[in-house]
Nanobody, 118 residues
């Protein structure tokens, strides 16, 4: 039974930082690529960042470059998203996503709310 659980969201002021975490169980975590997405109300789900199974390759959306950093600790079956210089437009539910090239990225967490407001 695959399960992904996000944590670390909350309310922060503009310019602040948060570190999100996503813990995976029920699958071979170190064989799976991981991604972070977000979805704001009335908007489509937006890709943010991806990391390879061993953590050796990363990619970022333009909206995340320079401010967000994806990383993983396979010993803890956890992927992270460090978010700095947060802006009100970063307000959204943040989701992690797992998969392989063969299966597709079909596993999703329930999300964690990030609210950036003064």
């Amino acid at each position: 039974q695959v399960q992904l659980v996000e944590s670390g969201g909350g309310l922060v002021q503009p310019g602040g930082s948060l570190r999100l975490a996503c813990a995976g169980t029920g699958f071979a975590f170190d064989n799976y690529g991981m991604r972070w997405y977000r979805q704001a109300p009335r908007k489509a789900r937006e890709f943010l960042a991806a990391i390879g199974s061993a953590g050796g390759s990363t990619s970022y959306a333009d909206s995340a470059k320079g401010r967000f950093t994806i990383s993983r600790d396979n010993a803890k079956n956890t992927v992270y998203l460090q978010m700095n210089s947060l802006k009100p437009e970063d307000t959204a539910v943040y989701y992690c996503n797992a998969g392989t090239q063969r299966s597709g990225y079909v596993y999703w967490g329930q999300g964690t709310q990030v609210t950036v407001s003064s």
